[in-house]
């Protein structure tokens, strides 16, 4: 009696097997060539691998009834089996070719889906979003990765201009630098619908720029191209790219980027590699270099004054998106005033430039009626901009309009979800309004994306001081200290928590070393103030706070929340109250509603919408 093994032999199953397998793996290895040189699909790929694995059931069944010699009829049961294997083979290709596990693949990415991370896929916040990832510098020498940066940073400033798209800010993206994570957990993480990536090759006065867009849900590409230009046509180039995405995500959008690629000049060579080297180094976050940034963005501009993106990158830097005394480098307001507006003449549509101008006029002007209005323009004109958002956030707050800043500020987490800056405001913000559980959670979070930041620390020591929590209030703000020794802000505040706690002669030997170095400045002394009236010494706190009156509004209006709540709690005292009255700085602190985190017209998100008006929310 024949065995199992000598059918299967008779009938060279093996030989059908091992021949089919070959000739499979050799064909998806194809297919996965074929598939990045011609921008393919990726759900081609798992198509073809379904229709090979149910492939090789059919040989199976055709080696068993057609292997031996003479043996060519066809069957019934044969029919029926093939017949089934196809139909099998149709179903699962179709379900993996036209489907996506996307659930599985958020969880398996193990991100954090709390506080301002987007839902997975929301069409309210995912439809027409994109993340840019950052280019890869493919120029053999690496120092010339901050201008692979530099175009990365500045293809988001042109999608940004695209209405109704919403686009990640550099800050969260920038996180993903050389990161190992898939492009669907990169999605899941930032809630986007489709993400560009690319690489960056110079090669003296060339550049060659090769970007991908993929969509998020299926791996497939969506669009693909190669621009090889001279140096000059750069800004080009990255709005020709801008506008090659509007088209890929939706027609209807290219108008307006095409509008945004005529008007891009030639730049030279040597301006936008000062521009990009200065940008690079005012991303490290170092004092000193920044100091440097602003001297290389000043040679950019000596070089060539109209050129507007370098003006621009200037006027970032040196205006705040809010006021730290002893922290933020204050602006010097002339200079800033004219690099601002020479900025804005030449690019009308950057809502930095527009955005600065109103900060500094309100400043200046203490108009803050006209400053809101200029603000809220400045966003029609670019409602993807994170810091035109902050700005905007704290003129709103400053006038006294603390819901609608909360509202801008939660906008700008959606444009910017993994941003420290972004959830110290809106941890400032909530903690201002009286919304502890919300003001922790944001503040923890800045601290979490940065672990060097004080300032959250320090509002968060607030926080834990006004709950009662001493000994964890002490700690964090011990924990700033030591972070920034120098800096009078933690100091002063880590004195008033001290003194507060009882421990006074500790308390007065930071204020008085604050006092010795601060000399006569009148923007340290309200720090001051508020540590002697802490320690009990009422007289000397009112007279510096006297001291500080003379010319400093400007200043104090602009203070972040934590600052305006600590000021208020010295108005126990009526001579205190009249001397902050005269400074115009009283604030009426709301409780957080429901509607302060939704925003109004002109404050949510900009996919939320159908129009320009649709960015009711962005540093």
């Given at each position: 009696m024949e065995t199992f093994w000598q059918r299967l032999r008779s009938r060279k199953m093996v030989e059908w097997a091992v021949g089919y397998l070959a000739?499979?793996?050799?064909?998806?290895?194809?297919?996965?060539?074929?598939?990045?040189?011609?921008?393919?699909?990726?759900?081609?790929?798992?198509?073809?691998?379904?229709?090979?694995?149910?492939?090789?059931l059919a040989v199976l069944v055709m080696a068993w009834y057609h292997g031996e010699k003479g043996h060519q009829r066809m069957p019934a049961t044969e029919i029926v089996m093939l017949a089934a294997t196809t139909l099998a083979a149709v179903s699962v290709g179709w379900y993996v070719g036209v489907t996506t596990p996307v659930a599985s693949a958020s969880a398996a990415s193990g991100a954090d889906r709390s506080g301002t991370q987007l839902a997975w896929f929301d069409p309210s916040?995912?439809?027409?979003?994109?993340?840019?990832?950052?280019?890869?510098?493919?120029?053999?020498?690496?120092?010339?990765?901050?201008?692979?940066?530099?175009?990365?940073?500045?293809?988001?400033?042109?999608?940004?201009?695209?209405?109704?798209?919403?686009?990640?800010?550099?800050?969260?993206?920038?996180?993903?630098?050389?990161?190992?994570?898939?492009i669907r957990e990169i999605?899941?993480?930032?809630?986007?619908?489709?993400?560009?990536?690319g690489s960056v090759r110079v090669q003296g006065n060339r550049i060659r720029i090769v970007a991908q867009l993929i969509d998020v849900a299926t791996d497939g590409h969506l669009w693909a191209d190669t621009f090889d230009r001279d140096m000059k046509d750069i800004l080009g180039v990255q709005a020709e790219v801008a506008q090659s995405i509007a088209v890929a995500l939706n027609s209807e959008l290219m108008p307006q980027a095409v509008v945004a690629a005529e008007e891009v000049p030639e730049a030279d060579p040597e301006t936008f590699r000062l521009y990009n080297m200065g940008r690079s180094l005012a991303h490290t976050g170092t004092e000193a270099d920044r100091e440097k940034a602003i001297q290389v963005l000043d040679s950019a501009v000596t070089r060539d004054?109209?050129?507007?993106?370098?003006?621009?990158?200037?006027?970032?830097?040196?205006?705040?998106?809010?006021?730290?005394?002893?922290?933020?480098p204050q602006p010097q307001p002339?200079?800033?005033?004219?690099?601002?507006?020479r900025a804005a003449q030449l690019n009308p549509r950057s809502a930095e430039a527009r955005s600065a101008l109103a900060f500094l006029r309100a400043m200046q002007d203490e108009d803050l009626a006209s400053a809101e209005r200029s603000a809220r323009e400045a966003i029609e004109a670019n409602p993807n901009s994170v810091q035109a958002r902050l700005r905007y956030s704290q003129i709103l707050y400053s006038n006294g309009k603390p819901d609608e800043a909360l509202r801008e500020i939660n906008a700008a987490a959606a444009l910017d979800p993994l941003s420290p800056?972004?959830?110290?405001?809106?941890?400032?913000?909530?903690?201002?309004?009286?919304?502890?559980?919300?003001?922790?959670?944001?503040?923890?979070?800045?601290?979490?994306?940065?672990?060097?930041?004080?300032?959250?620390?320090?509002?968060?020591?607030?926080?834990?001081?006004?709950?009662?929590?001493?000994?964890?209030?002490?700690?964090?703000?011990?924990?700033?200290?030591?972070?920034?020794?120098?800096?009078?802000?933690?100091?002063?505040?880590?004195?008033?928590?001290?003194?507060?706690?009882?421990?006074?002669?500790?308390?007065?030997?930071?204020?008085?070393?604050?006092?010795?170095?601060?000399?006569?400045?009148?923007?340290?002394?309200?720090?001051?103030?508020?540590?002697?009236?802490?320690?009990?010494?009422?007289?000397?706190?009112?007279?510096?706070?006297?001291?500080?009156?003379?010319?400093?509004?400007?200043?104090?209006?602009?203070?972040?929340?934590?600052?305006?709540?600590?000021?208020?709690?010295?108005?126990?005292?009526?001579?205190?109250?009249?001397?902050?009255?005269?400074?115009?700085?009283?604030?009426?602190?709301?409780?957080?509603?429901?509607?302060?985190?939704?925003?109004?017209?002109?404050?949510?998100?900009?996919?939320?919408?159908?129009?320009?008006?649709?960015?009711?929310?962005?540093?």
């Open positions: 000739a499979g793996f050799a064909l998806l290895q194809l297919a996965d060539f074929m598939k990045d040189a011609f921008s393919w699909p990726t759900s081609l790929l798992r198509v073809l691998t379904v229709i090979v694995a149910f492939g090789f916040t995912a439809g027409n979003s994109v993340a840019v990832l950052p280019f890869d510098n493919l120029t053999p020498d690496a120092q010339n990765d901050y201008i692979a940066d530099g175009v990365t940073e500045d293809i988001i400033s042109q999608l940004g201009l695209i209405e109704g798209l919403r686009v990640i800010s550099r800050t969260s993206v920038m996180r993903y630098k050389d990161s190992q994570k898939s999605g899941a993480e930032l809630g986007v619908k489709s993400i560009l990536e004054p109209d050129f507007a993106p370098a003006l621009n990158a200037l006027v970032n830097l040196q205006v705040p998106v809010v006021l730290d005394p002893g922290v933020a002339d200079r800033m005033m004219s690099v601002a507006t800056v972004v959830h110290g405001h809106a941890g400032e913000m909530a903690f201002a309004m009286h919304n502890a559980p919300e003001a922790e959670r944001h503040l923890r979070r800045a601290i979490e994306l940065d672990s060097t930041a004080a300032s959250p620390r320090i509002a968060l020591a607030m926080l834990f001081s006004q709950q009662g929590r001493m000994a964890e209030a002490l700690e964090m703000a011990a924990s700033a200290a030591r972070l920034r020794p120098d800096d009078p802000n933690v100091l002063g505040s880590h004195a008033s928590l001290l003194a507060k706690a009882g421990h006074v002669d500790e308390a007065t030997r930071i204020a008085e070393d604050l006092r010795r170095h601060a000399g006569d400045s009148r923007q340290l002394s309200g720090l001051l103030a508020q540590v002697y009236s802490a320690i009990g010494k009422t007289d000397e706190a009112v007279e510096l706070l006297k001291q500080g009156a003379s010319g400093e509004r400007r200043s104090v209006l602009f203070f972040p929340p934590r600052f305006r709540y600590s000021f208020e709690q010295l108005r126990s005292d009526p001579r205190m109250a009249k001397v902050l009255d005269s400074l115009g700085y009283r604030i009426e602190i709301r409780r957080f509603t429901q509607d302060s985190a939704r925003g109004p017209r002109g404050s949510r998100p900009p996919s939320a919408q159908g129009s320009r008006s649709r960015s009711d929310g962005r540093q």
